[in-house]
């Protein structure tokens, strides 16, 4: 836009509010998220951001997690992609899931897409809510990047705010200790008698993409 004395001024694109584009400043702005500290424990190999199911805000919208921590909140979030990478769920009843808003579109998602019906899965629109992880509904769960293609995921934890080493008397919560407790949300289950989708995928894009 313009300014008052007629300088142009140019507003750079923002990791949050434009999660399609991929800029360097997202780079940046996912450190503070990083550290072990807050939200990348030792052993944790990626962060997954979340939103709210019903109007897709990225990604502050994780925050209000930290005061309605409890299970029959869960049904208002989902989980929409890592900070390096997209993140899909493969359903009990064979379907795969990918958030369709408020991300980066990356181009193994787009291959994922492409050969998941060769690979018995029907994609699904809707989002990979909490809730169905929560319920078992979840049978699989992975992340794309270009640089590592497709990666399992064998647990997934959250943040435990309601934790008594977390929480102060007057129920606010401890800065220094936050996001030091940490629960188990998902495991993976591993099935021995058949092969994971997600290793499927992975040998038809290989072997059609090279």
């Known amino acids: 836009h313009e300014s008052d004395d007629g ?6 694109p ?6 399609h584009a991929k800029i360097s400043s997202w780079l940046l702005q996912r450190k503070p998220l990083e550290k072990k500290e807050t939200f990348q424990p030792n052993g944790v190999q990626e962060i997954l951001l979340l939103g709210t199911s019903l109007n897709h805000h990225h990604p502050s919208d994780a925050t209000k997690l ?11 979030f989902e989980v929409l992609e890592g900070t390096t990478s997209n993140f899909f769920v493969i359903y ?5 899931r990918t958030s369709q808003q408020g991300v980066l579109f990356g ?3 787009h291959l994922v897409l492409i050969h998941a019906p060769k690979c018995g899965l029907r994609l699904d629109p ?3 809510c909490l809730e169905d992880g929560l319920n078992g509904y979840w049978k699989e769960t992975f992340i794309t990047s270009s640089s590592r293609l497709i990666v399992p995921i064998q647990e997934i934890l959250m943040p435990d705010y309601r934790s008594r080493r977390n929480t102060k008397k007057d129920g606010t919560i401890d800065k ?31 072997s059609h993409e090279g």
């Open 176 to 206: 220094a200790q936050h996001g030091k407790q940490w629960k188990r949300f998902w495991m993976y289950e591993e099935d021995t008698k058949t092969i994971a989708k997600w290793e499927l995928l992975l040998n038809e894009i290989k």
């Open 66 to 76: 930290q005061a309605t921590n409890h299970h029959h909140n869960l049904r208002d």
């Open 7 to 12: 300088e142009v001024i140019f507003k750079l």
């Open 126 to 128: 809707r989002p990979c």
């Open 14 to 19: 923002n990791r949050l509010d434009t999660p």
């Open 107 to 109: 181009y193994v998602r």
């Open 92 to 96: 009990n009843n064979n379907t795969i």
